[in-house]
């Protein structure tokens, strides 16, 4: 069946990237979220293996297994940002796990869910195992309240996240929250610049910044800070802004005009409180304050006195800040209320590692970033979130685990 779902979404794969670059303003170009859906898809199907009974030696003549059963009706909010690029992580490992499944996709990207409804309805699968609802927030808050839900997959703001957690309270539902991040980056004086570079502008830049797990904090060891910034800056060059539909951008605009506005206003706070300021010359001049166009950017000079530092951001801005060695970036790296992904960039993997197990994440790389992979658990910590997805952890996060026990007597 999901399988099937896969394929009948790739078959509108034009319509859903029109809809995604014309709803959340992604270049056409890269717009085109099917063959993730697919990808992930698959990996689940090949994880399942995990909800197979498991035994356990038998003792004084009882036989005894465990077997996983779907929890009941599950409801999944899904996000805008990759508004169909995530959702095998709300429908498909749910469904696959024996649940029925009630979609709320955004109100930003309400024809995204409209255009899933239609595909599932084409393909030969269960009536009502999924049903896409659209609902403002006050609905799904009742419908949460009412206890009928069994388990709710949330990936979204830490603001909508503790919303969905208080109105669940005291229902016993099973709750998962994916929600935001602050993720930082640290650069040891032995990194490969020539690699790291492009990767960490990528982790930046890429979704116009709109990721959950995008690099927006960058601490660089004071030996090689004045070299990196040169070569960042060279880097930003590659990463043009445009229309969406008409020109073949690195970047389109933010979602809204009110993301642009705070994105705006923690910038121009930066800057006032000391920050510099750097963006390329053709993407400074199309960006404007009446507009959603968020030029790609740099700020340095910056500290964690300054919003942009603590604050989320979501958009185009890479904060760089200076560090005298390995233990001054840990310490500011950790100074969060978020913890969903971190990376540390070196030659010394054994070095990497060391840092990497004291930070506070729950996802730590070294040498990349801004990567969900297909087989590891992913989620956070801190306000990033409650629980794990994906593989084989997001399966049993989906499931009850009932106890057998079996006497010939």
């Not at 995604?20 to 199907?45: C, M, N, Y």
């Not at 696959?96 to 869910?113: F, R, Y």
């Not at 195992?129 to 990936?155: K, T, V, Y």
Request: hydrophobic share 40%; aromatic share 8%; charged share 20%.
């Amino acid at each position: 069946m999901v399988s099937a779902l896969a394929s009948a979404l790739a078959s509108r794969k034009e319509r859903l990237a029109e809809a995604i670059a014309w709803q959340i303003g992604r270049p056409l170009h890269q717009a085109d979220e099917t063959s993730r859906f697919q990808l992930v898809t698959e990996k689940h199907i090949e994880a399942a293996v995990v909800l197979k009974d498991e035994p356990f030696p038998a003792e004084n003549g009882v036989q005894r297994f465990v077997r996983r059963e779907g929890q009941g009706v599950h409801l999944s909010i899904a996000p805008w940002n990759y508004p169909v690029g995530l959702l095998p992580w709300l429908v498909v490992a749910p469904l696959i796990a024996g649940n029925t499944v009630i979609l709320k996709h955004a109100d930003q990207t309400a024809l995204i869910g409209q255009i899933l409804q239609e595909a599932y309805d084409s393909i030969d699968a269960p009536f009502g195992a999924l049903q896409i609802l659209p609902m403002r927030h006050a609905d799904a808050e009742s419908l949460i309240r009412a206890g009928r839900i069994r388990s709710i997959n949330f990936i979204g703001s830490v603001r909508g996240g503790l919303e969905v957690h208080r109105a669940a309270a005291g229902t016993l539902t099973h709750v998962h929250l994916e929600l935001g991040g602050k993720d930082p980056a640290y650069l040891r004086p032995d990194v490969n610049l020539a690699s790291a570079i492009p990767k960490l502008a990528d982790g930046c830049f890429s979704n116009a910044g709109q990721s959950c797990c995008s690099v927006e904090r960058i601490y660089v060891h004071g030996s090689i800070y004045d070299y990196f910034l040169e070569h960042f800056a060279n880097e930003m060059e590659n990463w043009t802004l445009g229309n969406p539909i008409t020109d073949h951008p690195a970047v389109g605009p933010v979602v809204r005009q009110s993301s642009a506005d705070a994105i705006r206003r923690h910038v121009e706070e930066a800057i006032g409180s000391g920050a510099h300021y750097q963006a390329k010359e053709q993407a400074r001049a199309f960006q404007r304050q009446d507009n959603c166009y968020v030029a790609p950017a740099m700020l340095t000079e910056v500290s964690h006195s300054m919003s942009i530092m603590r604050d989320e951001l979501f958009g185009p801005i890479a904060c760089i800040q200076k560090v005298a060695n390995d233990q001054e970036a840990l310490h500011w790296m950790n100074d969060s209320d978020f913890a969903l992904t971190a990376s540390v960039w070196t030659s010394d993997i054994d070095a990497g590692v060391r840092l990497a197990e004291n930070l506070e994440a729950g996802t730590v790389f070294v040498n990349r970033c801004d990567h969900a992979d297909l087989y590891l658990p992913w989620g956070g910590q801190k306000q990033s979130g409650l629980g794990r997805c994906n593989g084989r952890d997001g399966l049993l996060q989906v499931t009850e685990a009932k106890s057998f026990h079996i006497s010939n007597e």
